[in-house]
């Protein structure tokens, strides 16, 4: 096992724990506290759901993805000029944007959960599911280089 075998290994399982705790919250937890709990409850449980997601996204799940992205990157010799390429460049320049737009929808859910505003944090943890599999999706068509 090399270092490179590591680091991508964090990045990989960084990018599982994000996008299962997705998945989690919105096929497990959430239809069981609508069956289960009252208004009250439910929302008791789900704003104290979303901080601790929030929390462990701000302080594990981004630094490790930044962090080990910047250095797979440096390590396969990419470059900005690199990222306009066919190919592997192209790729991972959309995996980037959608990325960092997955990043601004989950940031902006959690605004709008904590302000009340249902509709607009429904659409934007919709949005962020959606693109977080876009980016596993670029993720595995990035060529073998």
Same mark, same amino acid.
């Given at each position: 096992m090399t270092w490179w075998a590591v680091v991508r290994f964090l990045h990989? *399982? =960084? @990018? =599982?724990?994000?996008?299962?705790g997705q998945l989690t919250v919105s096929l497990v937890v959430? +239809?069981? =506290? /609508?069956?289960?709990?009252?208004?009250?409850?439910?929302?008791?449980? *789900?704003?104290?759901?979303? /901080?601790?997601?929030?929390?462990?996204?701000?302080?594990?799940? *981004?630094?490790?993805?930044? @962090?080990t992205g910047v250095a797979i990157a440096r390590h396969k010799g990419v470059t900005w000029a690199s990222l306009a390429e066919p190919g592997y460049g192209r790729?991972?320049?959309?995996?980037l944007v959608l990325f960092c737009a997955v990043m601004?929808? =989950?940031?902006?859910h959690g605004w709008a959960s904590g302000s009340g505003r249902r509709g607009p944090a429904r659409a934007l943890a919709v949005s962020s599911l959606i693109g977080s599999m876009?980016?596993?999706?670029? @993720?595995?068509?990035? +060529?073998?280089?």
């Open positions: 990989v *399982l =960084a @990018a =599982a724990l994000w996008v299962g959430l +239809p069981s =506290a /609508r069956r289960l709990l009252d208004d009250q409850r439910r929302a008791q449980l *789900l704003t104290a759901v979303g /901080r601790r997601f929030g929390l462990i996204t701000v302080a594990v799940f *981004l630094p490790v993805q930044l @962090a790729i991972l320049a959309a995996k601004v929808a =989950a940031a902006l876009g980016v596993v999706l670029l @993720a595995t068509a990035l +060529p073998v280089t």
